[in-house]
């Protein structure tokens, strides 16, 4: 010990010191400035009365913006806050973070009446920034309408609303302007919230087809003079628009503005692609899989420096598990599949994080991102916080009082004080307020780590600080390189942030435009730099009733040098520039540099118009059998699995035949080749069968004649476990393509099929199956068992059930392959919340392998195995489709099984691993239905929040449940070797969502096989969110096992089986889809 | 050993003379019916506070009544028969063997005791019940008394959780969800929650008196038929005319709110949400039991034995209706007004989260009303005070059959019921409730 001890106290000194240095160097990244400092003591007051709170109001609690420009052209970005009940207040920028305040004297102080949003705008084309205010709040008082400011030039304003047009009043939110018919003017958008209050008429269908005065406006610049042309553009206005955030940007790349309009409530967002007519056609349908519920701030920016803008769009579903059990709320499947058919889109509770994937097609990442739950959110900014050239996100947080906690919903909002409301007592509102929790939150702050990974950064940042943030704006306050952050707050100073960043180089660029839109507001930004582009759009208006400054601010990491600078003007003209040094602010004049035409890339039409027809015809119809109805606490479904697609010439005629395998309620079919075209063959002998859900098929000679029969295997949860329904089906091939079912099963008991394999495992020359089960039909987390069918080699099966395969698991699949090379074919099963296992054949008996061929500890939701030497060298490699990682699937997650109530019945529970112990993912009301004892220990939900697994159900749940964890999430090869196996995880798109077929095949005739992948698993619970941010992917293997970036296959829906298929030499695929017809790409 | 006991019990004797000669007001407490009243209005305030649906709110108040009766039973055995061989599967509850048992002090903890087990909000009877023995301390409860009383109280509370375990409840908890039904005619989740359809498994509980669930099934509803002159089209219309008729001030809008009896009504402002609480339809007629009971000034037993029979009607009144609703499946007014007629149409009344047919309010009103009438007499006239907590005023009736009358059409007025569900509701109930008062004796 004394010998050691000195070195380790140089050690220890050692290390203090790089803490303490590495505190300095990050700690700080933003700091704080006291208003003291700075002079900005703006501070949003606000205090609720009987007669105006969020009861009264619904918006009480949005509270306020904040606009960057420089009023006073001095080079200077100046601040101008908006207040509900203070006062607004402009703060000139005086250098060195000094500011001073001068609304009153400016005039733009708007005083008694609720601002919300701000922009400055130059409207009468002078150089000078305008300011446009938005109002809302209760009715009445002087000036309650918009209030447009012209800067006299003097730091003081003039109010010019009427002359304009744009004196109008109304719920006001927020307003942009930008030139949406490239007619050279600035027109405008004005969100208004609906007057009208959100009710029970929320799945009324076709409501925003219908014009309010009151809704949302698109205003069209004639000569000066705003007029309304909603009806014409393609605008909705309608009382059911709940909007709380205007994005614009250039979405489908083609130069025109687009805009996103975020939705609160009900209704579905919109995705207003302009359609270059002077109108806009409204897509959010055809673009997104996924859109937030309650939305609010969003912006757009270019996440991944590809030159598409992507979308975030915050919601109110808070961070931690805890808070979610105790904040959020959710609707039921039924009602949301209700919303759905009403026309109202596929919203669900989260943040989204929409990755623009070209093609008319976002892909919803929030969850890989990991930013899909920040709180109750607010504005959502892009910005290059460190300047390493990739824009990380900001998101202000926090609402004054929690409006959706549910201990307050459940208990306080409707107990006495609720029974004084009926009575109408004075006061009762306020007093209800008085008890609704409040707690301040601190912002968010995510630095992009390139390929849409982000790290929170909140407190190495400096943003540790809670408050009810709303409106924000980034600006270089101090001209020194780095953006600073503006934040406005209720009932607490405003935060101004200095950026302190020092590391890396930046360029500013100010854009002067042409005549009516003197700050060239529509433009587009790319700077080049060696191996990188970075793009930025010139919309000052962004995230939450707030507006940045038009200082256009790119980071460029390390290296200094610019290789050009290319801008779009709103034109569509382009110029560019060269030889442009880093680390200084330039000004590029439209008029005094050389502009070309732009050329605009072909309109990228949607992959889905390119289906091909196919001389056959299937539609799967999966039946409407609802899981969560049995299995209460189950996240997501298990019943639709179909359809399987498998072929193989059964009439020699060397093309193949299909059979496509039909839901329950659904009679499978048969395709069989005649020439080039294809019949379909009898389907008397299935009809038989339709009441069986046929998921897994296999064509093979069981009766040894030399021609091959059909082993049709059946799973599903709509069935009694003891249904013959269940029961897999043998179909002898009599020739002539005419099948007969072989009528006694070899099955002991019915099962759920989920896996099968043939080969001639015995090696006494007649084909042998391995059957696994797919779950237990009754509970969902019990395994399953596994089977082989011993043929005699007349066809006849006998039922073997070894003990090795006694609790097999839950298969999704199997293969056989000789693992251990002594001639004998040895077992792969893969399965849910298990790691792939390898059977081991010893002379026609399984034993389970002891080494783990590098499989073991992959413990994952494993959906498809293919198998395949890829990279041709001499070793079967396999490739295996996972859930992925941009679900609410994580890793350490558990699940328990035990029959919880000792009702006689099993239960799941599914549990998250936090701070060293399992939490269950469950909502407090979805666990007690199901458990009722519970609401005994638990009447509260912030005791249930907090509860673990031991809490809940006692220290002895470890050993009394059976327990499954997950290990791994990510699709992946398995590359094959001499001694197992060694995993590659496949690309971040693939992960996007779950794979649950694959094709191996050379689809290039490049000679390597390639893969073909797809998924999606829409049936989920909302509060957990489907998986459907796949269209499929085709991975190209350029050669040696490398691979290209995965290619869309632009087909929506669920995919469950791919299959190849060659007609007069294209090489197409066929993608069997549940619930849809089949679909079939041609692939070049 | 025989001598230390004797002298043991010689000093308890004595210490209880003399206490018995400073206090004794303990035991005029205990004869008072009001005590019993209190208990069973502290169980109806933590139902409603726990939010209990209407159907599992009669199951809460009838086991803690059937262990008081039974206590009463047990100490009054010439006035009361045995429910044991009466209700299904129940027997007859241990004896009273220990002279310091105090009947009545027995059946109120008895009733605490079960009822606690059965709701949630558990520390709120705890309280109730602690503050009570305190204050009846005070009044010279003796320990001795209070021990013997709480631990043959204890007893049969066990004994009738034992008997409630076995009513299948626990079972139907795992039991599959309403699946919705495609079709204008069948039942779908309401405005404005769209909360999934309650208890749809409640006729596999185990009913007291009745034979079996689908014992008096009422006649068919109308089929649903959206043709003009069909019968169904015709009674929809009438709640849909009605509710355009009614506005804030008829007295039909009166009838419609004092007999809601909604265990949640939920109330939206933006996020803002907050959601009222009332008793449910059960509770209200536990509260007419109450009012019954004090004006005909019954005592304890006696209370006792009518808050029993009229839980019992409850409870077999609503697996009846039950079974009925999610077997026929029919929709509500306001899917099908809002679909076909008139979409922005809302009921005066929250649409409660389960089928129409037949009106819940009207079986079980009746099937109540026939319960106390059978004890009270058909000339009964009293003023109905249930409700003037939750601020609806009093309403008075001449008898009890009058006040179920308008309970079953308050649904009408509603909007909530077609009128056949209403009348054959009534029906239903009133040959439950006749059912039952033929078949099950308690007072001699």
């Known amino acids: 010990m004394p010998k050691t001890s000195h070195i380790a106290k140089v050690v220890l000194l050692g290390l203090f010191t790089l803490f303490i240095l590495s505190c300095k160097d990050t700690s700080s990244r933003f700091e704080l400035m006291k208003p003291s400092t700075t002079g900005v003591a703006f501070n949003n007051e606000l205090s609720y009365t009987e007669a105006f709170n969020p009861y009264t109001y619904r918006n009480f609690y949005n509270g306020a913006g904040v606009a960057l420009g420089d009023i006073n052209n001095d080079g200077l970005i100046d601040i101008y806050f908006t207040g509900n009940l203070v006062n607004n207040a402009l703060y000139l920028n005086r250098g060195d973070f000094k500011f001073e305040e001068i609304a009153e004297t400016a005039g733009v102080a708007c005083k008694n009446i609720w601002s919300s949003g701000a922009t400055f705008v130059d409207i009468n084309q002078d150089g000078w920034l305008d300011l446009y205010v938005c109002k809302s709040g209760m009715p009445g008082g002087e000036n309650r309408h918009n209030e447009l400011f012209i800067n006299q030039k003097d730091n003081t304003f003039k109010e010019a609303s009427a002359e304009y047009g744009l004196n109008i009043t109304g719920l006001s939110v927020q307003a942009a302007f930008f030139d949406y018919d490239l007619d050279g003017d600035l027109d405008c958008y004005l969100l208004n919230n609906s007057m009208r209050s959100v009710g029970a008429y929320d799945l009324i269908e076709d409501q925003r087809n219908i014009p309010d005065t009151e809704g949302n406006r698109l205003l069209e610049n004639r000569d000066g003079y705003f007029v309304n042309v909603s009806e014409e553009a393609g605008i909705y206005s309608s009382k059911i628009g709940f909007g709380l955030g205007i994005t614009l940007s250039d979405f489908n790349n083609d130069l025109w503005p687009d805009l996103f309009i975020s939705n609160d409530f009900f209704e579905k967002d919109y995705l207003y692609i302009n359609n270059q007519k002077g109108g806009f056609d409204e897509m959010g349908d055809i673009y997104f899989n996924a859109t937030s519920m309650g939305s609010m701030g969003a912006d757009a920016a270019d996440i991944d420096n590809d030159l598409n803008t992507d979308l975030m769009v915050t919601e109110m579903l808070p961070e931690t598990l805890s808070r979610k059990k105790l904040k959020a709320s959710y609707e039921s499947w039924d009602k949301h599949q209700l919303a759905k058919s009403k026309g109202y ?188 582009k970075s793009m930025l759009e010139q919309f000052p208006s962004r995230g939450f009733q707030s507006a940045i400054s038009n200082r256009l601010h790119f980071g460029l990491g390390k290296n200094s040098r610019i290789d050009s600078i290319e801008i779009f003007w709103p034109d569509q003209k382009r110029s560019v520039l060269k030889e442009v040094t880093a680390n200084q602010h330039i000004h590029v004049d439209y008029k005094a540099v050389k502009k070309t035409i732009a050329l605009i890339s072909p309109k990228k039409q949607n992959y889905h118009s390119l289906d091909t027809k196919g001389p056959f015809a299937f539609t799967h119809k999966e039946n409407s059998f609802i899981d969560f109805n049995q299995e209460r606490l189950l996240p997501q479904m298990f019943s639709n699995e179909g359809p399987v697609i498998i072929k193989a010439d059964l009439n020699g005629d060397q093309q193949p035949d299909f059979f496509f395998g039909g839901a329950k309620d659904q009679v499978s079919e048969l395709w069989v080749s005649a020439g080039e075209k294809y019949q379909l063959s009898s389907t008397i002998e299935f009809e038989k069968d339709a009441m069986s859900e046929d998921t897994k098929a296999l064509f093979i000679d069981i009766d040894n004649d030399g021609d091959l029969d059909l082993y049709v295997g059946s799973s599903g949860k709509a069935y009694s476990k003891f249904s013959f329904n269940l029961h897999d089906r043998i179909y002898i091939n009599h020739g002539n393509g005419r099948f007969a079912k072989q009528n006694s099963s070899p099955f002991s008991r019915p099962f759920a099929t989920g896996a099968l394999t043939a080969a001639d495992f015995d090696n006494d020359g007649d084909l042998d199956i391995f059957v696994g089960e797919r779950y237990q039909v009754e509970t969902y987390g019990k395994d399953g068992q596994g089977f082989i069918l011993r043929n005699d080699g007349a066809g006849n099966f006998t039922e073997e059930a070894p003990e090795v395969f006694s609790q097999i698991g839950m298969l999704k699949d199997a293969k056989h392959l000789d693992v251990n090379k002594d001639g004998f074919e040895d077992l792969i099963v893969i399965g849910e919340w298990m790691a792939p296992k390898v059977f081991l054949n010893t002379q026609g008996t399984f034993v389970e392998a002891n080494e783990s061929f590098g499989l073991s500890n992959d413990q994952g939701l494993w959906a498809t195995l293919e198998m395949a030497d890829l990279n041709q060298d001499g070793y079967q490699d396999l490739v295996l489709g996972n859930i992925g990682e941009n679900s609410f699937y994580k890793k350490g997650m558990k699940m328990f099984v035990k029959d919880f109530d000792g009702n006689g019945t099993e239960e799941q529970i599914m549990t998250y691993h936090e701070n060293g112990s399992d ?56 590359w094959g070797s001499n001694n197992g196996f060694t995993k590659n995880t496949l690309a971040p798109e693939i992960q996007y969502s779950n794979v649950s077929s694959i094709l191996l095949e050379d689809t290039d005739n490049n000679g390597t096989i390639d893969i073909v992948l797809g998924g999606n698993q829409s049936k989920v619970k909302p509060q957990f969110g489907p998986l459907e941010s796949s269209n499929g992917w085709i991975l190209k293997q350029q050669k040696n096992g490398i691979f290209g970036k995965p290619i869309s296959l632009g087909v929506k829906g669920e995919i469950r089986s791919i299959i190849s298929f060659k007609n007069t030499d294209q090489y197409s695929i066929i993608l069997g889809i549940n619930n849809d017809s089949i679909k079939i790409k041609n692939i070049q | 050993m025989k001598l230390i006991k004797s002298l043991l019990l010689c000093s308890a004797m004595f210490i209880s003379l003399l206490s018995c000669k400073e206090n004794n007001t303990y035991k005029e407490r205990l004869k008072d019916p009001q005590l019993f009243h ?145 079709g204008t005619a069948f039942w779908k989740p309401t405005p404005p929650d769209y909360m999934e359809g309650i208890e749809p498994h409640w006729n596999k509980i185990r009913t007291l008196v009745l034979a079996k669930a689908d014992q008096f099934e009422p006649a068919p509803p109308y089929p649903v038929d959206m043709s003009k002159d069909s019968p169904f089209y015709q009674e929809l219309m009438e709640v849909y005319e009605l509710g355009e008729k009614i506005d804030g001030s008829t007295e039909a809008t009166e009838i419609a709110s004092f007999w809601d009896c909604n265990p949640y009504v939920s109330h939206h402002r933006g996020h803002a949400m907050f959601a009222t609480k009332k008793i449910t339809p059960g509770g209200h007629w536990i509260g007419i039991t109450k009012i019954a009971a004090k004006q005909a000034q019954s005592n304890m037993d006696e209370s006792i034995n009518a808050y029993a029979r009229v839980s019992i009607a ?131």
């Open chain 1, 345 to 532: 889109g596929n919203q669900f509770p989260r943040n989204v994080l929409q990755r623009n994937m070209g093609a008319e097609t976002f892909a919803e990442i929030s969850r890989i991102a990991g930013v899909e739950g920040s709180e109750w959110s607010w504005a959502a900014l892009f910005f290059d916080m460190d300047n390493d050239g990739l824009k990380d996100l900001y998101i202000s947080n926090g609402i004054h009082k929690d409006l959706l906690d549910r201990d307050y919903l459940t208990f306080m909002a409707n107990d006495e004080k609720v029974r004084q409301l009926i009575e109408e007592d004075n006061d009762v509102l306020s007093k209800l307020i008085d008890v609704m929790p409040s707690a301040a939150v601190p912002n968010g702050a995510y630095k992009n780590k390139g390929s849409f990974y982000f790290e929170n950064v909140r407190d190495l940042w400096g943003f540790e600080t809670p408050s009810f943030s709303n409106g924000s704006a980034y600006g270089d306050l101090d001209n020194d390189g780095d953006l600073d952050l503006v934040v406005n707050n209720i009932n607490a100073p405003a935060f101004v942030y200095k950026n302190n960043s020092t590391e890396n180089n930046y360029v500013h660029i100010s854009l002067k435009g042409f005549e009516k839109n003197t700050f060239a507001v529509g433009s587009k930004v790319i700077v080049h730099q060696e191996g990188q």
């Open chain 1, 919 to 974: 939490f269950p993912i469950l909502d407090r009301d979805e666990l007690f239905k199901q458990l009722p004892f519970l609401k005994k220990k638990y009447l509260y939900y912030k005791d249930y929040a907090s509860a673990n697994m031991i809490d809940l159900f006692g220290a002895d749940v470890y050993q009394t449940a059976v327990i499954k964890e997950l290990r791994e999430l990510s699709s992946s090869i398995y």
């Open chain 2, 38 to 182: 209190n208990s069973m209005q502290q169980l109806s305030d933590v139902i409603v506070y726990d939010i209990f649906s209407p159907p599992v709110a009669s199951r809460v108040y009838m086991y803690p009544t059937i262990a008081a009766y039974a206590i009463m039973q047990k100490q009054y055995p010439n006035k009361y028969e045995d429910m044991a061989g009466q209700l299904k599967d129940f027997k007859t509850i241990p004896e009273i063997n220990d002279p310091d048992i105090h009947a009545e002090l027995a059946a109120i903890h008895a009733f605490l005791k079960v009822g606690a087990a059965l709701i949630f909000s558990e520390n709120k009877i705890m309280a109730y019940r602690d503050e009570l023995y305190a204050s009846l301390e005070q009044d010279g409860l003796p320990s001795s008394v209070k021990e013997a009383s709480l631990a043959y109280g204890d007893l049969v509370a066990a004994h009738i959780l034992a008997w409630a375990d076995t009513d299948f409840y626990k079972q139907t908890r795992t039991y599959p969800k309403y699946t919705i039904q495609e």
């Open chain 2, 314 to 444: 409850l409870f077999d009144g609503f697996i009846s209706c039950w079974n009925t609703k999610w077997n026929t499946l029919i929709v509500r007014p306001e899917t099908i007004i809002n679909e076909f007629i008139d979409e922005t149409w809302l009921p005066l009344l929250q649409t409660p989260p389960f089928p129409e047919y037949t009106s819940g309010h009207s079986v079980i009103s009746r099937a109540s009303a026939v319960a106390l009438t059978d004890i009270y007499g058909d000339n009964f006239s009293f003023a109905d005070t249930t409700e003037e907590v939750y601020g609806l005023g009093v309403r008075s009736y001449s008898s009890f059959i009058e006040a179920s009358e308008e309970a079953a059409v308050s649904r009408l007025y509603g909007g909530i019921h077609y009128r056949r569900a209403i009348e054959e509701g009534v029906k239903q109930g009133d040959a439950v409730g006749k059912f039952i008062v033929e078949k099950l004796k308690t007072l001699k």
